[in-house]
């Protein structure tokens, strides 16, 4: 069965979509299936000159049952590739 895992981020206007999922798509390696851009915000409760981007982002092991363990070994790869973009965790 797959593993889906939602997150909110918020970043800098001139940071493209495109950028955000070029990291999840490079850190997310083979477990990786998909992804899907569900939320872009930007408005009052958003820093100004920020806006707030969501994915929800989905693992697959085509031979076997995935453990939470593995899964946030990944997501904890992405998240480290986007901080490196100066994106932050939406909390």
């Known amino acids: 069965p797959a593993v889906t895992r939602d997150i909110s981020m ?3 206007k ?3 979509v495109g950028q955000i ?3 999840i798509e490079t850190f997310g390696g083979k477990l990786l ?4 851009l ?3 915000y930007e408005g009052s409760q958003i820093a100004r000159g ?3 981007v969501a994915y929800s982002i989905t693992f ?3 031979d076997r049952t995935l453990e939470d363990k593995e899964v946030g070994k990944v ?3 992405i998240l480290d590739g986007l901080k490196q973009l100066g994106i932050e965790l939406r909390m």
Request: aromatic share 12%; charged share 50%.
């Open 10 to 12: 918020v970043a800098k």
């Open 14 to 16: 001139e940071i493209r």
């Open 21 to 23: 999922e070029e990291v």
């Open 33 to 36: 299936e998909s992804y899907h």
């Open 38 to 40: 569900f939320d872009v």
């Open 50 to 52: 920020y806006k707030s």
């Open 60 to 62: 697959r092991a085509k």
């Open 75 to 77: 997501m904890d790869k």
